[in-house]
């Protein structure tokens, strides 16, 4: 009788134990969600400002493409509704070969000239269709904004 006891609580235990590892493993899923979650709204919100910044001209276009290349970058895969960024991408890329802080600050006053005038270049070459994928990005931005936070 005392051996039927004994094993009624050990598998009570088991029970309790297992039911209790589920529960903190749903919460812990529950908050990687939210983290998830609260770092794409931060990622759409910077998105927003950089494009808007960009179509205001309050920043150069390379460097918004460049800092909206990497935002992008960390999207989800799934994000929707897709929109052609692609002259975002391409500009930060073709200016991924430029020299930036200490590098920029150990070259002579003429490799620094050099390099902001390809650079500027680049951007007379390409600020129409990056200026054209900024807008697209705008006219998504809330949508993305919904459909992340959900």
Not at 7 to 36: D, F, H, K, P, Y
Request: with cysteine.
């Amino acid at each position: 009788m005392v051996w039927k006891l004994i094993l009624a609580v050990l598998v009570g235990l088991a029970i309790g134990a297992a039911l209790g590892g589920l529960a903190w493993r749903w919460m812990a899923r529950r908050q990687e969600r939210a983290r998830q979650t609260a770092r794409y709204r931060e990622l759409v919100d910077s998105l927003d400002v950089l494009s808007r910044a960009l179509l205001q001209g309050q920043v150069d276009s390379s460097e918004a493409s460049i800092r909206m290349a990497v935002l992008l970058d960390c999207l989800p895969p799934d994000v929707a509704p897709k929109v052609d960024l692609a002259a975002i991408h391409q500009l930060a890329e073709d200016c991924g070969g430029f020299d930036r802080g200490e590098e920029r600050r150990r070259l002579t006053p003429a490799e620094r000239n050099r390099q902001d005038l390809a650079r500027l270049q680049l951007e007379d070459d390409q600020n129409p269709a990056v200026l054209a994928a900024a807008g697209r990005l705008q006219g998504v931005i809330g949508q993305w904004r919904t459909r992340l936070s959900a």
